[in-house]
């Protein structure tokens, strides 16, 4: 029996494709509105492509005497989600999108990203189906929660779960995935002191 495409699916995907290739044009401008950072903050524009180079950065966060926010989330919040993220890539997911959108945009989307060494991504929005992230919690926790999952994936030895949005990665590309995920976050948290 032959599967019909709902219209208005096809029309959403529609205007999801739209939407990509206006914040994957390249254009700096539309890459920070996409990013969704509030005005006025720095980029630092780190760039990591494995979590060993992810690492680094942490433990820069883990000695700093204070890390400012950037937007709606405490740097305790922000290094919760990037942990989330990786874990989820073990046991899965809550929600994703169709698989016609990962196997067309999210790979699309991934590409773009790996041949610019760089993400740009809502940075005040949360994994689609995640809890809400815990409100309260020191940057040593944030800290300790990124590296376990990290260590998590690192020794994880079986199938990965698809990525929500970018479906079926091999372990090289979730890693790859996750460390500029990691690197779009952190390189909007201002380190003092």
Known sequence: MEKRIDRKEFLRSGASLT????????SSVLLQ????????????GLRF???QEADHEIENLSRAGKVLPYGDWSP???LVHCAESIRYSIVG???GKSKLFQSTLGKFALL???IRGKM??????????????????TLEEGVANLRK?????????????????????SKEEYEMAHAMHIANHLSYLKISG
């Open 19 to 26: 939407l990509a290739a206006v914040c994957l044009s390249g």
């Open 33 to 44: 509105s996409c990013s969704n950072v509030a005005e006025g903050t720095t980029d630092r």
């Open 49 to 51: 492509r494995t979590l």
């Open 76 to 78: 305790f919040q922000v």
């Open 93 to 95: 997911y809550p929600e």
């Open 112 to 114: 773009s990203f790996s």
């Open 120 to 137: 740009s991504h809502d940075l005040n929005a949360p994994i689609p189906g995640a809890p809400e992230l815990p409100k309260q919690g």
């Open 149 to 169: 999952a990290m260590e998590s994936f690192i020794n994880h030895k079986g199938e990965f779960a698809p990525h929500f949005a970018y479906g079926k990665l």
